[in-house]
């Protein structure tokens, strides 16, 4: 049976797709390790006079292993169209004895991001509800140390950008006004 290499894949896929479906492919196999940018671009290299081969530059380009599941691959896009600034990714922040790892973080606006899918809450065997109190605390110690601390969840980030535009700028408003 004729298969392609997960390279390969992911070009097909950034070259025939929607940009955020082939952001979210290409997260997922940079983070799963299953290729890597390099093997991309050489697999790009071969395709270059191909249909949707920008894109596909453009999808590797933008790609990060460091996302860690569709909703922030999609987040990442949905930023960039609004036009903020790119955020680090899932940067660490230590306070005291505990750490506590971010998904997105605008350090020069004191503003960190969450997009938050409903499995993290839904699973009963993981108590939900000591998840969502340990959120809590962290939103708190977090905003004590000068953070705007925002959460989307999938029907914000693919359903209303408007709203995640506003949260975002007036957060930022926010956060640039504490260190001023």
């Known amino acids: 049976m004729p298969v392609t290499t997960v390279a390969r894949t992911v070009i097909d896929i950034a070259r025939t797709s929607p940009f955020p479906a082939g952001v979210v492919t290409a997260d997922s196999a940079l983070h799963l390790r299953r290729t890597s940018k390099d093997e991309l671009l050489a697999v790009l290299g071969d395709c270059c006079g191909w249909r949707g081969a920008k894109i596909a530059a453009q999808v590797i380009e933008f790609a990060d292993a460091k996302a860690e599941s569709a909703l922030e691959s999609i987040a990442r896009v949905l930023f960039r169209d609004l036009g903020f600034p790119p955020p680090e990714l899932q940067p660490w922040i230590s306070v005291g004895a505990?750490?506590?790892?971010?998904?997105?973080?605008?350090?020069?606006?004191?503003?960190?991001?969450?997009?938050?899918?409903?499995?993290k809450y839904a699973d009963l065997t993981k108590d939900p509800a000591g998840r969502a109190i340990a959120q809590l605390r962290r939103d708190a110690i977090l905003r004590e140390l000068g953070y705007e601390v925002v959460h989307f969840t999938w029907q914000d980030i693919t359903r209303d950008p408007a709203r995640v535009a506003a949260v975002l700028r007036a957060a930022f408003r926010r956060g640039s006004s504490e260190v001023a």
């Open 98 to 119: 505990e750490e506590f790892r971010l998904d997105f973080r605008w350090r020069e606006y004191r503003t960190i991001a969450e997009v938050d899918g409903a499995v």
